[in-house]
């Protein structure tokens, strides 16, 4: 079973930057796609960034491309996602989430919560 535990959240000021980590065990990931979302207080869950875990193909929402680079270490089973030039619109509870090529992400962490200050 995919088991996928987020790390890294924290308040910061917005310009700051902050990155949070995805470990991920209980597969091999060889043919998984592993990405992050977001939820904000009162809105939906939406799409961040993902990254297929052996081509290492990226894809990233227009609200975050140019700020935000998403990239695994392999030794490490993990995830990461390196958020740079935070603005306020960018707190929510992040989560990292796990699925096959082609499917829908089906594993999810549990959230760890960012928060930018203005």
């Known amino acids: 079973q995919v088991q996928l535990v987020e790390s890294g959240g924290g308040l910061v000021q917005a310009g700051d930057s902050l990155r949070l980590s995805c470990a991920a065990s209980g597969r091999a990931f060889n043919s998984y796609t592993l990405g992050w979302f977001r939820q904000a207080p009162g809105k939906e869950r939406e799409f961040v960034a993902s990254?297929?875990?052996?081509?290492?193909?990226?894809y990233y929402a227009n609200s975050v491309k140019g700020r935000f680079t998403i990239s695994r270490v392999y030794a490490k089973n993990t995830v990461y996602l390196q958020m740079n030039s935070l603005k306020p619109e960018d707190t929510a509870v992040y989560y990292c989430?796990?699925?096959?090529?082609?499917?829908?992400?089906?594993?999810w962490g549990q959230g760890t919560q960012v928060t930018v200050s203005s």
């Open positions: 989430a796990a699925g096959p090529y082609g499917a829908d992400f089906g594993s």
């Open positions: 990254i297929t875990w052996s081509g290492g193909y990226t």
